[in-house]
């Protein structure tokens, strides 16, 4: 992600992630932002753990819905 220039965000989802955040919540962002030299970039980078286990069924399903409508592509 440092090296792609990404600044937006990380969003950590899945069914485990919502269930371990407290676990390793803080450890994480400390592992996370200690980048060196790469730091304070990496600081300013929001991390976000989505709570919603169905996020990913969402996305398809919205996927699937767009392609009904609109067609594929």
Do not use: H, W
């Amino acid at each position: 992600m440092l090296t792609a220039g990404a600044t937006g965000g990380i969003d950590l989802a899945g069914g485990i992630a919502p269930k371990i955040v407290s676990a390793f919540g803080e450890n994480f962002l400390t592992a996370f932002r200690n980048k060196g030299a790469m730091s304070r970039y990496a600081s300013g980078i929001p991390v976000r753990v989505i709570l919603n286990t169905e996020v990913g069924l969402l996305g398809a399903m919205l996927v699937a819905s767009r392609m009904l409508n609109d067609g594929p592509g």
